[in-house]
T-cell receptor, first 111, second 112 residues
Framework: GEDVEQSLFLSVREGDSSVINCTYTDSSSTYLYWYKQEPGAGLQLLTY?????DMKQDQRLTVLLNKKDKHLSLRIADTQTGDSAIYFCAEMAGGYNKLIFGAGTRLAVHP | DAMVIQNPRYQVTQFGKPVTLSCSQTLNHNVMYWYQQKSSQAPKLLFHYYDKDFNNEADTPDNFQSRRPNTSFCFLDIRSPGLGDAAMYLCATGTGSSYEQYFGPGTRLTVT
């Protein structure tokens, strides 16, 4: 079946790197995503990675994909207070681009 | 410059009183999705439209219906809301060939 799991909470100091981890079960997933959700807001697409890649970098964001272990991570360099939010990992499943989300990791950034 | 618009942002309804949530898009995308996100949980797909074709998820309760009168608009109807239907409802759009989904800001539904 399809399932996505994430740790629920991460606390980091401002300026440090944050690493948010995710595991998924559907080996046929073509794309994997990271979304950000700020309080009371919708989901903002941060970045995504195609399943035939193992790394993608986009400014402060680095996505690593280990397809063998079905493990995805998001690294945020130089974490700022504005990065405090819930981060959702998602896999694309199904012929109509259905997204299966994890429960989200709440990132707290403290001075 | 809004691309996916949801109205209202906050909706309060009474137990059992029908309610309709609205989503519109300026992207001309042919796919529109409705997700339900309960507190501290993952968003969960309820159904989607691919053009005019309606696709229901197997575990979506019958209480939830949807209408898509044209490309730009899609509605979520909850026929008899229960307390367990209180959630954030997220609308998203996409194209059949694209890997990106664009989400609206959501409507937070409270059932009293």
């Amino acid at each position: 079946g399809e399932d996505v799991e994430q740790s629920l909470f991460l606390s980091v100091r401002e300026g440090d790197s944050s690493v948010i981890n995710c595991t998924y079960t559907d080996s046929s997933s073509t794309y994997l995503y990271w979304y950000k959700q700020e309080p009371g807001a919708g989901l903002q697409l941060l970045t995504y990675i195609f399943s035939n890649m193992d790394m993608k970098q986009d400014q402060r964001l680095t996505v690593l994909l280990n397809k063998k272990d079905k493990h995805l991570s998001l690294r945020i360099a130089d974490t700022q207070t504005g990065d405090s939010a819930i981060y959702f990992c998602a896999e694309m499943a199904g012929g109509y681009n259905k997204l299966i989300f994890g429960a989200g990791t709440r990132l707290a950034v403290h001075p | 410059d809004a691309m996916v618009i949801q109205n209202p942002r906050y909706q309060v309804t009474q137990f059992g009183k029908p309610v309709t949530l609205s989503c519109s898009q300026t992207l001309n995308h042919n796919v529109m999705y409705w997700y339900q996100q309960k507190s501290s949980q993952a968003p969960k797909l309820l159904f989607h439209y691919y053009d005019k074709d309606f696709n229901n998820e197997a575990d979506t309760p019958d209480n939830f219906q949807s209408r898509r009168p044209n490309t730009s608009f899609c509605f979520l109807d909850i026929r008899s809301p229960g307390l367990g239907d209180a959630a954030m409802y997220l609308c998203a759009t996409g194209t059949g060939s694209s890997y990106e989904q664009y989400f609206g800001p959501g409507t937070r539904l409270t059932v009293t």
